[in-house]
């Protein structure tokens, strides 16, 4: 079997979760994700309603039950949250990247803008306080029409995994935003490469991804779309070379089971299912079968990137 990321022939060491195999490449050292092929069975339908019926939460529903819909139909909710203006937490979220910006010295003002998956497109409302050319992406046609209509801006439909920016871009960018989409991608060093590709002179990335972490995998075992790769950072460092220089890092650690299971009934829920899969994974650390270490923590690299001429 060859590696999603680095398409060599490797050995690998699968990690077991609920509705996700995660395969450890041990050339490359990076993770990447498979879907279980399962069907929803009568006795999982039943536990699922009763565990319904009981904490009156349906969306117990939807993480427990396998979902065979295509994937990018799952960005459909962005329909409602456009079509009723809630901006929410994407409001803060851009907000924040805004100040992100300008503690870096990251000039905005006439700059042409590619920012990549930035549903729902908020962002481009702050963005165009600073200049017209404002490009964004989006995975599904359908939203891709609704953020045009909305925002009065170009939005292209783009597949990581599928499309190649110099394909869909005949023009070059001052500044590209990868966000928090990295990890829905596979092929780095493609992607690196056609960035480059697209880079005016002098330009500036944001380049954001989660590194390799068990804690990650436990974490989204449940969502029917879910992160496709886990990437360490030397890999990503070795793609860079002679393309970007690495102007400024950040790192943010934090254990997402605080974070996001922060009630009784989250951890009564989660728990058992990660109980369960921790131990099938300790099972394998300990006969050597599985040899990255646990790390209740999640990381996140920031980096700012300069194009290298």
């Known amino acids: 079997m060859k590696c999603k990321i680095c398409k060599n022939n490797s050995e690998f060491q699968v990690l077991n979760t609920y509705k996700y195999h995660w395969y450890y490449c041990t050339e490359c050292k990076n ?16 536990f699922v309603k009763i565990l319904v019926l009981i904490s009156r939460k349906g969306r117990i529903r939807k993480l427990l039950l396998y979902n065979k819909e295509n994937r990018s139909k799952f960005y459909h909710y962005y329909k409602e949250v456009l079509e009723k203006n809630i901006q929410g937490k994407w409001k803060n979220y851009d907000n924040k990247f805004l100040t992100y910006l300008k503690k870096n010295k990251i000039n905005l003002k006439n700059k042409s803008i590619l920012s990549i998956s930035d549903e729902p497109g908020f962002i481009s409302l702050i963005l165009r306080k600073f200049t017209k050319d404002i490009t964004l992406t989006a995975l599904d ?30 023009k070059k960018f001052d500044l590209i935003f990868y966000r928090s989409t990295l990890n829905f991608n596979y092929d780095f060093k493609d992607l690196i490469f056609e960035t480059h590709k697209i880079s005016k002179k002098n330009a500036i ?18 969502d029917d779309y879910t992160l496709k790769s886990l990437v360490n950072e030397n890999y990503i460092n070795k793609l860079l070379e002679n393309k970007f ?42 006969f050597k079968k599985f040899n990255l270490g646990f ?7 920031n980096l700012i990137l300069k194009k290298i001429n």
Do not use: A, G
Not at 31 to 46: A, G, Q, Y
Not at 143 to 170: A, G, I, P, Q, W
Not at 295 to 301: L, R
């Open 205 to 222: 990335c944001i380049f954001n991804f989660h590194t390799l972490s068990i804690s990650s995998c436990f974490m989204w075992m449940f």
């Open 31 to 46: 993770i990447f994700t498979k879907i279980k092929k399962k069907r929803n069975n009568i006795l999982l339908r039943l």
């Open 141 to 170: 046609p359908v939203v891709t029409e609704l953020m045009k209509k909305k925002f009065n801006c170009n939005v292209t439909t783009f597949d990581m995994n599928k499309h190649k920016l110099s394909k869909k871009f005949k």
């Open 245 to 286: 220089l690495v102007k400024k890092r950040y790192k943010y650690i934090h254990n997402p089971r605080k974070l996001y299971y922060d009630n009784l009934l989250k951890k009564f829920f989660y728990y058992p299912f990660f109980l369960y899969y921790y131990s099938l994974y300790r099972f394998n650390y300990f």
């Open 295 to 301: 790390n209740p923590n999640q990381e996140f690299i």
